[in-house]
């Protein structure tokens, strides 16, 4: 059974920072681009950063640009994503997404498998 999990979240102050993570079971993550999303209550979901399946390349939001690090370690089929200088419109349900596909896919309809979210909140 193919699954993504995410781990990480949580309540910060605005300016501080958290570090998701994104296990993958059931599949060799490694051969997937990875994605970060999230969605706030009465929202779309919106895309966050992307990962080339090897790591050699990424693409952010304009939102987060600077702020945000996505990363991946695939001897432990593992991604992540960074997350500094937070502020509270950062705060939503994050999920990441896998495919198996090349490039730096940003569209939800794109990715193949999700997790179930982790909750970020963050107070002004």
């Known amino acids: 059974q193919v699954q993504l999990v995410e781990s990480g979240g949580g309540l910060v102050q605005a300016g501080g920072s958290l570090r998701l993570s994104c296990a993958g079971s059931?599949?060799?993550?490694?051969?997937?681009?990875v994605g970060w999303f999230r969605q706030s209550p009465g929202k779309e979901r919106v895309f966050v950063a992307a990962?080339?399946?090897?790591?050699?390349?990424?693409t952010y939001a304009d939102a987060v640009k600077g702020r945000f690090t996505i990363s991946r370690d695939n001897t432990k089929n593992m991604a992540y994503l960074q997350m500094n200088s937070l502020k509270p419109e950062d705060a939503a349900v994050y999920y990441c997404?896998?495919?198996?596909?090349?490039?730096?896919?940003?569209?939800?309809?794109?990715?193949?498998?999700w997790g179930q979210g982790t909750q970020v909140s963050v107070s002004s």
């Open positions: 059931g599949l060799a993550l490694s051969v997937y681009a």
């Open positions: 997404a896998a495919v198996g596909r090349s490039g730096l896919p940003v569209m939800p309809s794109h990715y193949s498998y």
């Open positions: 990962i080339t399946w090897n790591g050699g390349s990424t």
